[in-house]
């Protein structure tokens, strides 16, 4: 259950020691005065905490969805709030925004950095780039629509002056891949490349839709940071993104999602048929990149499907062929490393924000534990807990941290707000 102010602000400020199973994905972990992680027999409880008592429960780090679209309006309606809400009560601490109409997803990210909304940090991209006539310019027309690489340029500078952390650009390819989507190349390459090379001049990172071999090939070949979705990549394009150290972001099981609720919808056998063979290539050639050992971080595409499920692409990715702990691994230490944020999510270390989350059940054996979700922590404060824990109260908000690695400084873990944070003593 959701945790409200009274009872987020009593454990905010009172000392408090979980006790469940630890899920340690090869981590180091590490104790702080008020919260400590370790074996029974190795934790020493500080005098007055509160013992948080979660039997057959796992902990874990806080997950990370680096593809999601928390918000369609200007950020702060009660839609954005409610996404936002479901996003952490499922678990997921940090996101990254790619893409928001008009930049709500930066209103929404600073809104929730400064307590007004409870919600994940929020990595955001503002509106993103797309070509006229392509999907993203359909998807999101406004301000990220060109035709000329000056247009181009000149949003980027936008978003950065805007303090976006990220560009979302596309490539090439539909919001699911189709049969034309295999040589399918929306922006033209040299246009690509000014783009991506103007918004690493500034700071900022690049993510790509494209779905086809010949978009993810272009997008590479310009040095975007990571390629949305791919679902259709060959194994040339795949060896080129592991030559390149550029990150994969499947958003398979949306797919599924997709042809169940159009089934639900009373859909044509025929287009049922279309989807589920669309679905089966996808998973052919992803399977594939993956065992080929392209590096994968977990992102949803939330708002496809919607926010709160966004766990249920760890059992996507060990559908495409990762292990569970890789899986788990993708939804933290990787997606972490790809958002360049290694340095304080994704693990829980010495000076890293205190996020955590506890399930029912093991998701080593049962990836769908995730979606049973006892407890969540976000930056040291309780979110949501059990009953047994909960206090009564209005909905509560918990800190956050937004910005980009690369512009902002790391964050420390001064005495006044050291719950924030998992500090070594």
């Known amino acids: 259950m959701p945790l409200g102010a009274a009872g987020a602000a009593e454990l905010a400020l009172r000392p408090f020691v979980l006790s469940a199973l630890v899920l340690a994905l090869g981590l180091g972990f590490a104790d702080r005065a008020n919260a400590a992680v370790g074996a029974a027999s190795s934790v020493s409880v500080p005098p007055g905490a509160r013992v948080i008592d979660l039997p057959g429960a796992t902990l874990l780090p806080g997950l990370i969805d680096v593809h999601v679209h928390l918000t369609w309006d200007d950020g702060l309606s009660e839609a954005s709030r409610d996404a936002a809400r479901r996003t952490l009560a499922a678990g997921f601490t940090t ?21 007004a909304v409870e919600g994940p940090r929020v990595v955001a991209a503002g509106a993103p780039l797309g070509y006229a006539g392509g999907v993203c310019a359909q998807v999101f027309p406004g301000e990220g629509v060109f035709q000329t690489a000056e247009a181009a340029l000149a949003h980027v500078r936008r978003l950065a002056a805007a303090g976006a952390s990220w560009v979302k650009v596309c490539a090439g390819g539909g919001v699911v891949p189709g049969p034309d989507d295999d040589a399918a ?57 592991i030559d390149r150290g550029t990150w994969l972001v499947p958003t398979f099981a949306r797919l599924r999602w997709r042809r169940e609720q159009a089934a639900a919808a009373g859909a044509s056998p025929d287009a049922l048929t279309r989807a ?14 993956i065992a080929l050992g392209v590096p994968v971080a977990l992102g949803s595409d939330a708002t496809v499907i919607p926010h709160g499920l966004n766990a249920r692409e760890v059992a996507a990715l060990v559908e495409l062929g990762l292990t569970p702990p890789q899986a788990l691994r993708a939804a933290t230490l990787q997606a972490a490393a790809l958002l360049g944020w290694s340095d304080r999510v994704g693990s829980l270390r010495p000076g890293h924000f205190a996020d955590l989350l506890a399930v029912d059940g093991d998701p080593l054996a049962d990836p769908a534990a995730l979606e049973r979700v006892l407890l969540v922590v976000k930056g040291g404060v309780v979110v949501r807990a059990p009953a047994a824990i909960a206090a009564p109260g209005t909905a509560g908000t918990s800190p956050g941290y937004a910005g980009s690695a690369r512009r902002r400084a790391v964050p420390t873990c001064p005495a006044e707000s050291e719950r924030r944070c998992i500090r070594l003593r």
């Open 95 to 115: 996101v990254r925004s790619c893409g928001a109409p008009g930049g709500a997803d930066l209103v929404l990210r600073d809104a929730i950095a400064r307590g």
């Open 185 to 241: 190349v929306k922006v033209p390459p040299p246009i690509l490349a000014a783009v991506v090379a103007e918004a690493h001049r500034l700071g900022l990172e690049v993510a790509a839709h494209a779905q086809g071999p010949a978009a993810v090939t272009a997008a590479v070949k310009a040095g975007v940071d990571s390629i949305e979705h791919g679902s259709l990549l060959d194994e040339a394009a795949a060896r080129l993104m």
């Open 276 to 289: 589920a063979a669309a679905e089966e290539r996808a998973r052919e050639r992803l399977r594939r990149a």
